[in-house]
């Protein structure tokens, strides 16, 4: 099981002990069903899901100066020749 799916059956069930503690507590909440769980694990999943997405374009925007020079590079179409000077620089020879 991945990650994420684990998560979202810790968080359901979570929030569905909270509601069977509830309702041995007899407290009833309109609102708080079953299904009403179900809607908000899937919205923060989505939001989830979201942010991450938000995160990986703000980091692949070239916004930061390792991510300026590889966009450089990648317009120049010599990227992996960058990767190669780096290690030749480094003293990370093949030999």
């Known amino acids: 099981m991945s990650t994420k799916k684990q998560w979202v059956t810790q968080l359901t069930g979570l929030l569905m002990a909270i509601?069977?503690?509830?309702?041995?507590?007899?407290?009833?909440?309109d609102w708080l069903?079953?299904?009403?769980?179900?809607?908000?694990?899937?919205?923060?999943?989505?939001?989830?899901?979201?942010?991450g997405?938000?995160?990986?374009?703000?980091?692949?925007?070239?916004l930061f100066k390792n991510g300026k020079r590889q966009a450089e590079l990648i317009e120049k179409g010599k990227l992996y020749e960058c990767g190669e000077t780096e290690a030749t620089e480094n003293g990370e020879d093949d030999k």
């Open 19 to 29: 509601y069977s503690l509830l309702m041995t507590l007899n407290l009833h909440f």
């Open 33 to 51: 069903t079953v299904e009403s769980i179900n809607a908000a694990v899937t919205v923060i999943v989505a939001a989830v899901v979201f942010g």
């Open 53 to 62: 997405t938000l995160y990986a374009v703000f980091k692949n925007t070239f």
